[in-house]
Every structure is written in structure tokens, then in C-alpha cells.
């Protein structure tokens, strides 16, 4: 498997160190209550097929990156900086 | 039988070679199965489960029957294909699978007993009494059973791994191959041709087909000539692209010096590439399958297409009296080609009741081979035609059934293979691995003029969508025969006839399996065991699917392939791990102090990839407790020195750094001042705690934090995770500098006095209370100094650039010992730190909250922070969870043991009874007994009760008083003072 690192370019996963679901990303308000939380910390997807999840470029540049990808084809899509991914 | 005047050999270098203890000679060029073949060999090892004698079946590696073991002592290697060996000179090879001798097998008794050993016999006979399998059916059926044996000794031949990339690979060297790489390589793509041969050409070099008005061979060779003038085409011969991966990723696996008895230094005797292409063609050929009929595995039968492979490129014919039978006019050609080169053929025997005519040799039309006879050897065959069965007098047989394309690698990505009627055999499915184009006879396509047509129209198509320009260039002239076929699989009558060689699988095995109602193909496999050799049934799938479909009425299409999975051919574990054994799969770190601690006779101890002293032994002492408590007791007395440079340093810069702090620490950061150094709790978002350390503020905008020595990589994601990821907003930026600063621990009543005595400036009690930090000077060098503690005694941590490191250690341990102090390990480090209550990743190992060790005031109301709002779950806050306590057997000579359960004194030892468990122990000298720190319900609350500690793996049961964590100075005077 390979990921395009938007800063380093294509690279091979073992430069990569895999996190989870880019679900991560959103953390919810101190105060946003016991199922957001428990949503955010705990509940995870488990699809076949296109998934959003976090990747870090620990052999390379150190980015961490929201990396699509499909779990039935292995195929990679849309890479992108986490730091840019937020809403 | 060596022929004159034939062959790709050189004659003028004869090459002595040995097998099975017997001296041989070929030529170079030879493989062991043709150099075997020119010397009379016609047995090369006996079949895995009947122990029959079998003779070469191809000329490539699928081979299934004559697997040899080459080389000797621990460069042994079982299982080598005597097709695939080259021979050179002093090559040693013995046969496998016999006892005593290839010729007389005494394990050959199970041909005998054959009718109890078909299919399913192993899961029907061994599956009563139970007990019996390990103790005696599996051994027994393992001895009898198997291919060659490893040698049991480790690392014999060097292995190594390489990466390449390329616009192009081209899989397979054949003319469909070299027409794809020298289009693209003439259009200036990055090209790599990898062929499994050691000599590119193909079948090529195996038929006497014209390519251009010349040889096909002499084609082949101008067409290399040209590619190896090429800057931009790299050439790797025997080399096996073993497996299609995600990405435009293939394995590949290049023998490198197997075809040579040398061995220069360092050279591998096999590469392990991964190979990124941004486009493959793959022409990897066919493989021809055998007709299965009664005993048609006497040596001797072999597949019409390696007998024309070893008279046309290796000049050897493997008889006097070769027959030919087959269902295509591959049976005419072999004929042509054994008559050309001065071969007798008694027969061609061809299935097709409309096969051409041919004046050239004696055709029998619509008939079929029936049986075989002959051991040791083929000696005649029996053919089956309208008027009846007939003898005929042969010594060999070339057989075809037709060929299978080599689909495998279009299959590794799930895809399967597409049936075609028309030439009877699979081909691959479009677009089955993304960016790989089959072409050639790989894709069905069977003459030469097809194969190199194909090869240039895909590499044409990969051009354009690389945006490369292509030329228009005619392409060679070359045979256009059509491929006439009429399938035929088994032909029927009595009798064993054999589909898997290598798996002893019959026709009738199949049969079996379909009416015991193992259907599925994936069912039919694994209960008769065919195509689970290691050819991974390269030589019988199709057949043996073809008998399945017609034994349950289905066609074949409907009864589909068995999954084609990686590797295409054998790959040695060793190669898939090269560079990653020993130190390459776990390398060292050492610390500045390493070569002064190892002189000191330190016994090292592991720490992530890190080596740190244990102790640091004296003469006279007999057991590590002795220097472990004479080091103890240096600190607690004068000076000990620790090298702690393997704690994680994160260099933290950036106007934000200080809220960055208070949202990573469950404590105040902002509010530390600059010259000032704090404990901090790191929690994950769950509300467990992940690691802690002790940071320090250099500057306003200026921190450097430490971790432990486990996490500081797990630290460092989470640091930049938690930037990029939560706040990008934020200026802030992280550097490790672990390596960059080598730290040593200074720690006893004298460390001042130690220090004073080697700073370049007077170290001024008032300018250094506890917690301050700060730049100095040591002989001229720029450093920075720690008021910090581990050992509950007064302390500081020196930092140097890592250059110094070991110029720093011994000066430090010279003015200890000079103070009556010296260097302390990691068994007096984690006594120090037991002794005052300190933790390690042996209590925050994961499953403990702040609350749980006693921190939870530490989690700071005024602010967020990661894991605050987790922490503070109800079930994570209760009184009666197991939280941090110390430990101290009541009776002085008390043993404790970490990992041991705590239970209340009067409860029996049984799981539900559990009240905690111990996690750290040690020899107290200041106690002078046994002590520990560990979880216990109820925690602080249970001060001075009384616990039953129980291990029950080593024995031991101590009763012990529970404490408070900290055993020795608990209000800390000493360390402040
Ligand atoms: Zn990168």
C-alpha cells in the first residue's frame, strides 16, 4: 500500500503509523454530555468499503494526514493534511 | 541422451558436477534437470506420500517432481527445482523423499497400501482415540510424509532486501515481454524487465520458430543487445515477480548466486526486491499441462513442451524412442522437432479424430494413451484407438494437454481468472490488478506474431497514459498458427492416474471428494490435498477442476478456480526477513556512557531499543543485591551518577507553547515560571494516564519536557496529533532532542559539593533551590542543569551536548568516587524510587486513572485538558477502586513479588476474592527488608491493614501491611534540602 503525502509525495505505508478513524478530529466540547463523548472515545465504524482515517508521516515530514481509503479494493483517495481537514 | 549440434549450451566449458554422491558432467548452460537428462538420470525423487520413483516433468518452475536438495551444513536448502538449479562447478545435490537410496525406497510400501490411502484417508483413520494424534499418528505420518528437511542450523547464506522503482515492469522475458520493454524503453520510459530464466528469450529459446528471418533466440538476443544499450531499461534476470500488491507494489525475488559456488563477501544468495511500478505488463507465458491417464507418472513422461525445451535449448533428448501424445498440433510440432534433431518417434497419438495429416511420422488419429509401464522408466506405452489397444515401445512420451496461462499475479488482488472455451483454459480478467495489462500467452494468445503484438500494444497504452509519445513501428514477422484444441483432461479406464505429482492426487481421488460431497472446488482441495504442494498445483488446478466439473455435472465455469494467493513460487522465509534478524530487526541504542559502563563490567539491561546498566559490579562482590545496595546507598549517603540520557526530551517552542502545555498536562504549565521545572501527568483522552515527566521552562516561550524512556515516541505523535490534529491554530512547534543532549543524574547529600567542584561558576545553594533549572558552563561547554529528583535525595540532572556525554560521565563518576560515591544503575535507580513512593510505567501501565495512583488532584479544575472530561466519569472516581499503595511484609524476611495478587488474609486465593495486585518490589537497604508498591481496593483508605499477598505461579504466600506509597523521607526534607 502506498499513501500520496501531500508534502512528501507518494510513499510506502511503512513510513506511516496508522491511528484510527478520522473521527479523532472532532472533539466534542467539555460540556457536549455522555454520548458525544462516549460517541468520540469509543464508537468506531467498521465499513467495507471507503473509510477517513488518520495516518502520521512518522518516517517522513511528521504530518498527520486524513487519509481515505476503501477497505474492500485498498484503494487510496483523497490525502490530506489533518491540520488543513478541520471544519 | 546429449544430441550433436543442438542447443543453447557451451560445449567448450564442460561443468563437473555431483548428484546423489555420483559424478556427472554438463555443459554451462545446463540446469541439473537437463545435465541429469544428458547423463541417462531419469529418476529425481520420489512422490510425497507414495514414495513412487518420478522423473522431470517440465523445464521450468513449476515443477513438480524433481526437487533436490543442494548445498550442504547450514547452507542447505531443500526443495530446489532441478529445473530452476544451473549447474557450476563442485554443485552437490541429492534426491529427497527416499530411504535408504533414490533407488530402493523402503517407504515405498505405501504404494502398495494405496488403496487405503486415498483422499480423506488422513481425517477419516487418525481422528480416534484423540490422544493418539500428537504422540503417534502425526510424527509417524510426518516421517513418512514431506519434502527435503531443513538443516536445522541457523543463518548459512546471506539474504538481502532492496527496493526499485520503475514507469514499467515488465514481468516475463518471452517475446511478448521484450517487445513491451523495448517499445517502452525506446520511448525513454523507466523500464525494468525481471524474467524468473537466468537467459531472457523465453520460449523463444525452446522452439525453432523465426522471428524476423532469424532464430528466434538470435531475435531475442538483438533485442537485449539493444536494452541493455538503454540508460533507462534495467534487465533483471532470475528473477520471479512472486506477488501483485496494493499501489503499483510487486514482491520479487532474485537468485543471485545460487547458480554459482561462489560466495565474494558480503554477496547475497538471494534478493528480496519490492519493486513500485507505475504501470506492469505481465507476460509470464503458459505452463502445459500433462494429460492424466493410467500411471502417467513414470519417469520418463514429460510435457511436450519441455521436451522440445530441453532438444532445442539444452540439445538433450530425454530418450532413444520418444512418443508424442496430445490434443493439439504442439503434438505435431513436437514430433517435427525430436525428428529434426535425429530422434526416433514410434507414434504420435493424437485425440483429435481431425487432426492433419502429416507424411513426417507414424499419426495415430482419435486415439489416446492408456497406461504405462516401467517402473524405473517409461519402456512402452498402451494406446487406446477404435480397433483396440495396442503396445508400442518407448523410453519417453511427450504429452500435451494444452496450456494454462500464467494467471496467477492478476488473481492476487481477489480478482478471478475468466474461462475461455474457445482455447479451453482461463485467462485473466481486464483491470484485475490496477495498473497491470496482460499480454501474450499469459492472455490466451498463443502464437508468436500475437505475443509480440500484444506485448507492443500494451506497453503502447501504458505510454500514453504516462503521456509519453509513441512511435508507430512495424513489428517483427513471426508464426501466426493457429492454437486447435480439443480438450482432453483424463482419459478414462483403470488404474491410478495422476493429476498433482507432487500431492499424489488421482482422477479418482477427485471423484471421490465430489461423491463424498466435497463439491466446492476450495472443499475438493483441501480434502485431497491437490494443489496444496509447494507448485501450489500449477500443473494440475485446471485438470483437476476440469474432472470435478464433469463428477458433478457442472462445467467448468461454474465450478470455478481455487484462489490464487502470493507467492507465485517459492519464497524462503529467510529472503521475506532479510535485514530484519538480530539487530536489523532490533536495533541498538547506546548512550553516551555505554563504552564506560560496559568497562566497568555493567551488566546491560533493555529499555525500549535503549541498553542501560544494571549495575555496575565491584571485586568481591558475589550477587548483584551487594552492588545494587552499596549503590543505593552511595545516594543516600554521598553522590551517586545515573546516566538518564534515554529519557524522551521534546524541545517546545512557540508562542503558544504554554496553553499548548495546559491542554497535554492534566496540570498548570502557563503558570510555571521561566527557570523553573514541574511535574507533569500526560492522560489520554479516555482519562487514563499515558506517561509523565518532569517539564521545564527555558524561556517565556520556551519549554523542554520530558517523557519516559518507553513513550517517548508514543509522546511525540500524541504531541504533534494533538497540534495538527485539535489545534492547528496554535504556534507551537516540537523537535525531539533525546540524542542531541546526553543527561546524567546527580543525587546524594554531596551532589552539590560534586557539582560545585566541575562547574565553570560557584553552584550557589539560594540560586538553585528544588524544581529550578538553568544554563551553566562545564569546562567551557554550554549546558543546562536540573534541580530535580528520583531518589527523594538532593539531585540535579546535567545536560551537555552529546558529544560531551562521555567525557561528562567520567569526570562525574571520577569526583563521585573521590566523595565516596559512584556510578548507580537501573536495580539502584528503581530501589530509590520504590523507597519514595515514585511511579514508573509499571503502575501507570495503561488501566490507571490520576485518581487510581493518587494524582487526582493533579487534574486541574481551572482548565481542559485531553482526557479531563474522561476522567471524571463516575465509575472512575470511586472510593473502592484498586488505587496505589505501599506494600511491606510483616514478618522482616518477607518475600514480595511483583505481578503477585493481594487478597484479605482470611480469603482463599481465588479470583474473586482479588483485592490487587503488586506492581513493583525490592530489597529496601534503608528498611532492611522487602517492600512494594501496588494496586489495592480501597486504596489509601486501608492504612495499616493487614493483606494476603499470593503468587501462585512461583509459590509464594507473604502477608503484608498495607502503607502509604512513600516509605522512606515522606516529607520530602531531604530532597528540598
Ligand atoms: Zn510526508
Redesign the interface.
Known sequence: ??IPCPLCG?R?RREF?Y?GAAV??E??A?DAGVEA?DD???LRENPAGPTRE?W?H?GGC???LVVERDTVT???GRVA????E?S | MRLAGRGLIDRSKPVAFEFDGARHSGFEGDTLASALLANGVRVMGRSFKYHRPRGVLSAGSEEPNALVTVGAGDAREPNVRATMQEIHEGLQAWSQNRWPSLGFDLMAVNDLAAPFLGAGFYYKTFMWPRSFWEKLYEPVIRRAAGLGALSGQAGGERYERAHAFCDLLVIGAGPAGLMAALVAGRAGADVILADEQARMGGRLLAETYEVDGQAGHLWADVVLAELDALPNVRRMGRTTVFGA?????YGALERVLHHSGRRPRGAPVETYW?I?AKRAVLAAGAIERPVAFRNNDRPGIMTAGAVRAYVNRWGVSPGQSVAVFGNSDDAHRTARDLLAAGVHVPAVIDSREDAPESRDFELRRGAVVCDASGRRGLEAVTIRTAQGEERIAADALAVTGGWNPTVHLTCH?NARPVWRDDIACFVPQEGAV?GLRAAGACNGAFSTATCLREGAAAARAVLEELGRTVRDEPLPEAEDDPYRIAPLWAVSGKGRAWLDFQNDVTVKDVKQAAQENFRSVEHMKRYTTQGMATDQGKNSNVAALAVLADATGRGIPQTGTTTFRPPYSPVAIAALGAGAEGKGFRPERFATSHAASIERGAPMIEAGLWYRPSYFPRDGESDWRQSCDREVGYVREAVGVADVSTLGKIDIQGKDAAAFLDFVYSNMFSTLKVGRVRYGLMLR??GFVMDDGTTARLGEKHYLMTTTTAAAGEVM?HL??V????Q?DWDVRFVSVTEQWAQFAVAGPKARELLDGILDAPLDAADWPFMSCGAVSVGGIAGRLFRISFSGEQGFEIAVPARYGAALFDILTDRAEALGGGPYGMEALNVLRIEKGFITHAEIHGRTTAFDIGMGRMVSAKK?CIG???SERPGLLEADRERLVGLKPINADGRMLAGAHLFREEDPPVRENGQGYVTSVCHSPMLGQMIGLGFLKGGSDRHGEIVKMWDGLRGVTTLCEVTGPVFFDPDGGRMRG
Open positions: 500500500m502506498r507518494t510506502d503509523w491511528r479523532d478530529l472533539r466534542p467539555p463523548w468520540f472515545v469509543y488518520l502520521y512518522e511528521g504530518a498527520w485498498h484503494e487510496i493534511l489533518a491540520s488543513e478541520r | 500488491y496494493d499501489g503499483g507494489t519490492t513500485v488482488m490496477p483522552e479516555d505523535k504533534e496529533f497540534h495538527q490534529g485539535l492547528p481542559d479531563k472530561t474522561m
